[in-house]
């Protein structure tokens, strides 16, 4: 069965450090990738996404994404992190089938300290 | 830009009420989603709807049914609210039938509780 994995429940981050926030997947197929991100209060925004050709993607805010087929990961990064990326941060895979649509993880919650 | 609304940021119903939350997208798109999100669970798929009239049943339906009349709305309805279904509830869209490679766009969410 598809499923997404992020093993950082939490994680604390000084600003202007770099960030990498993992994600690991389980699909049969070729995947098709997502990293939203959440805001306290808020509803999700699309950071970036996978889904054929270059396995570095550009997203918004200056985050990227890397697909390593061989590992079943798409980790998420930043080279410098500022005050205002403290939210939480969910992976997801789509997968087109009975009952699913979009798989997430459960999400990681950065905080960023000054 | 595609505009997810929903018709509630924040919701407080008695236990046993029936509950109506309505989505409505504004850019044609073919799919509606229901989503709810938990501390610690992350994001399940309660129902989703690829064509007017048309639903699927996602990871957690119990409890909930939907109703998709027009295209561009999609309500969840909690038949008789139960304490464990407060929660906060997403809606989402995406553009084609079967396309898993779409973006799925988010609503801010609606926060229910039930007393």
């Known amino acids: 069965a598809q499923s997404v994995t992020q093993p950082d429940i939490h994680i604390t981050v000084s600003e202007g450090a770099s960030l990498e926030l993992r994600c690991n997947y389980s699909?049969?197929?070729?995947?098709?990738l997502f990293w939203y991100v959440q805001s306290p209060g808020q509803g999700l925004q699309l950071l970036l996404k996978?889904?054929?050709?270059?396995?570095l993607v550009q997203g918004i805010k200056g985050f990227e994404a890397e697909f390593k087929r061989s590992q079943s990961s798409f980790n998420l990064r930043k080279p410098s992190v500022h005050w205002s990326d403290a939210a939480e941060y969910f992976c997801?895979?789509?997968?087109?089938?009975?009952?699913?649509?979009?798989?997430f993880g459960k999400g990681t919650t950065l905080s960023v300290s000054s | 830009d595609v505009k997810v609304t929903q018709s509630s940021r924040y919701l407080v119903k008695r236990t046993g009420e029936k509950v109506f939350l309505e989505c409505v997208q504004d850019?044609?798109?073919?799919?509606m989603f229901w989503y709810r999100q938990d501390p610690g669970l992350g994001l399940r798929l309660i129902y989703f709807?690829?064509?007017?009239?048309?639903?699927e049943k996602g990871d957690i339906p119990e409890g909930y049914s939907v109703s998709r009349e027009k295209k561009e709305r999609f309500s969840l309805i909690l038949e008789s609210a139960s304490t464990n279904q407060t929660s906060m509830y997403l809606c989402?869209?995406?553009?084609?039938?079967?396309?898993?490679?779409?973006?799925?766009?988010f609503g801010p969410g609606t926060r229910l509780t039930v007393l």
């Open positions: 850019m044609d798109h073919e799919n």
């Open positions: 699909y049969g197929a070729t995947p098709y």
């Open positions: 989402a869209s995406s553009l084609r039938q079967g396309a898993a490679s779409d973006t799925q766009y």
């Open positions: 997801a895979v789509g997968a087109w089938q009975a009952g699913t649509a979009l798989i």
């Open positions: 996978y889904f054929s050709g270059d396995t």
């Open positions: 709807s690829y064509d007017v009239k048309m639903k």
